[in-house]
């Protein structure tokens, strides 16, 4: 499964754009990229998923470049409830959709 | 429509001793997977089970050990309890054995294990 590398922390502040962006220079033919946000003491929550180009939906945007060797989650206008921990995972997931996780990237939004 | 839901959640234990995190899987979801989450780490793949069967391992020794029942919920095992097993477990369920598009796993809120 690819190696994946994020920010360790990002501070924003209510209403800006928040970009985070994930390298993964070994992702293979078959591997989707999927985010994840977690809160704490809570589980992983599915944010969203992509294979190449942009993906929308209505939380986040997925912009994922021609070589596929990175990605950005795109959250708009976030708000302090988006205070958590974001994961970028690359994968085919056909090993039974074995999730692997790093270390992800903690968000702080400020008033 | 009942999300996935773990019991209980929190539980101390003495190193040494055995211990049965359980939980139900989302109405119908038919694979579940299981995680620990040591503090300030990300969630690290145990195994997951799909129809009763042990589907896939990640790297963790065999005191580590699971079930899943007809209804598809599940146990997770963990014997000869070590200090380093003090954890958040995470259990998640899907309806799909194969990966990508709508590959979405559903976690449960954990449970918090302590072990002194």
């Known amino acids: 499964l690819a190696k994946t590398t994020q920010p360790i922390s990002m501070d924003s502040y209510e209403g800006q754009e928040v970009n985070i962006t994930c390298s993964h220079n070994n992702i293979a033919t078959n591997d989707y990229i999927t985010w994840y946000q977690q809160f704490p003491s809570q589980g992983p929550r599915f944010i969203i998923q992509g294979y190449k180009t942009k993906v929308t939906n209505e939380v986040a945007s997925l912009f994922i470049p021609a070589d596929r060797k990175s990605s950005t989650l795109s959250l708009p206008r976030v708000s302090l409830s988006d205070t958590a921990v974001y994961y970028c995972?690359?994968?085919?997931?056909?090993?039974?959709?074995?999730?692997?996780f790093g270390a992800g990237t903690i968000l702080r939004v400020k008033s | 429509e009942t999300g996935v839901t773990q019991s209980p959640t929190h539980l101390i234990k003495t190193r040494g001793q055995q211990v049965t995190l359980r939980c139900s899987s989302q109405s119908g979801h038919n694979t579940v997977s299981w995680y620990q989450q040591a503090l300030g780490q990300g969630p690290q793949f145990i195994f997951q089970y799909y129809r009763e069967e042990e589907n896939g391992r990640g790297n963790f020794p065999p005191r580590f050990s699971g079930l899943q029942f007809p209804n598809y919920s599940s146990e997770l095992n963990v014997n000869a309890l070590e200090l380093d097993d003090s954890a958040l477990y995470l259990c998640a369920s899907s309806d799909q054995l194969a990966g990508g598009p709508g590959s979405e796993q559903y976690f449960g809120p954990g449970t918090r294990l302590t072990v002194t």
């Open positions: 995972l690359v994968g085919d997931m056909g090993y039974g959709n074995k999730l692997v």
